[in-house]
């Protein structure tokens, strides 16, 4: 079993940035073997990939809506994970998730562990 803590949600001005959080943790959870990801989910809407990053960090990817404006980054030593925002809009409000793939993925399915979301409202 592997559990996902997210935390830096909250609100900011449009133009501001935030930076998210994910600890991950698990009696014999080997965390640098696996991709992490972060998704979205705003209000009345699905849930959205937002970014991803391999096990070692050398590779990542980003939904294009915020290609350039977030950076995702990883701590195997501390077993997290992170999301960079900058230059954030009010159609970036929304619960940010982050989850565990044995893939790099896009596609929620392909996710196999979730934490609880954290709240990111941005104001105009």
């Known amino acids: 079993q592997v559990q996902l803590v997210e935390s830096g949600g909250g609100l900011v001005q449009g133009g501001g940035s935030l930076r998210l959080s994910c600890a991950a943790s698990?009696?014999?959870?080997?965390?640098?073997?696996?991709?992490m990801g972060w998704f979205r989910q705003a209000p009345g809407k699905e849930r959205e990939f937002v970014a991803t990053?391999?096990?070692?960090?050398?590779?990542?990817h980003y939904a294009d809506s915020v290609k350039g404006r977030f950076t995702i980054s990883r701590d195997n030593a501390k077993n997290t994970v992170y999301l960079q925002m900058n230059g954030l809009k009010p159609e970036d409000t929304a619960i940010y998730y982050c989850?565990?793939?044995?893939?790099?993925?896009?596609?929620?399915?392909?996710?196999?562990?979730w934490g609880q979301g954290t709240q990111v409202t941005v104001s105009s």
């Open positions: 989850a565990v793939s044995r893939r790099l993925g896009i596609q929620d399915y392909e996710y196999d562990y």
């Open positions: 698990g009696r014999t959870f080997a965390f640098s073997i696996y991709a």
């Open positions: 990053i391999s096990g070692l960090g050398r590779s990542t």
